[in-house]
């Protein structure tokens, strides 16, 4: 059917009618905020990369989280820092670390809001890469022990979701079995299964102190040239126990999370990274975007895209404009 039948305008008229054919609706209800937590009392640092995101002390992280609540948002997920750092991230797993303490809290005080923790410990190792090294090569089964310790000391102090981060082969498995081992077969795992080595992380690895202090993530992470390789290890963790995967970043993704949504039967994360927020926050800043009006195109092409949950530093932006 063509023109002049056919007038797709029609439709376009008033904002009831586009509201009556609108296809994708973004809800508060998809939106997981990312938090950082670190040792110490009292702490709120701006992180200067991101603008309005901060590191936070257990003790003011729990008022940020009392806003997330009362914006109704469903979930948070957890980044930590260490006091110390060592070669083998080994405060990650420390039953006190400020991400156990924190989760421990948090369900206290919120137990029906979702505690996911990320897994990974670039953020706790001294080189700053996602495993253990001999000589310059990270080493992947060695560190799967390592990342089933991190695993079960978040589940421990209350977690509901585990997400590995770190790109290790076979760490679905490693940790799903630690979890069922120690009585955790209620704590669901998911995993960052397309994650790709991005620039668009920079951002985060100031928040995070977590750049790799020689090399780059490539031997781990994927190759952004690849697609047909992310439904492999979407289809490897599913095997292997994830619940739920992960397409991270997000906007130069979008046709991967269209991919595995398709493929895949399982619900399926997308990661709007720190440098998808950052590059509008700045845009928006000079005046050259309207932030808001971006950021609901950027997060509802998501969803379109077939995201069924979006961990985004713009879910509190989100959710309030979403009101
Ligand atoms: C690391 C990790 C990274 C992010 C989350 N977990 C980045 C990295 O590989 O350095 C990035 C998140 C973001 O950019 O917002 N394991």
Redesign the pocket.
Known sequence: MYFPVYRPRRFRRTENLRRMIRETRLDVDHLVY?LFVMPGKGVKNPVQSMPGVFQFSVDQLIEEVRSVVALDIPGIILFGLPEKKDEIGSEAWADNGPVQQAVREIKRLWPQLTVIT?V?L?EYTSHGH?GILEGNEVQNDATLELLARVALSHAKAGADIIAP??MMDGRVSAIRDALDENGFDQTAILAYSAKYCSG??G???DAAD?APKFGD?RSY?MDPANGAEALREVELDIEEGADMVMVKPALSYLDIIWRVKAECGRPVAA?N???EYSMIKAAAANGWIDGDRVMMEVLTSMVRAGADLILTYFAKDAAALLR
């Open positions: 990312p990320d990974c670039c996602c981060s770190d668009f992380y951002p985060f690895r977590s993530r992470q990661y990274v720190s440098g």
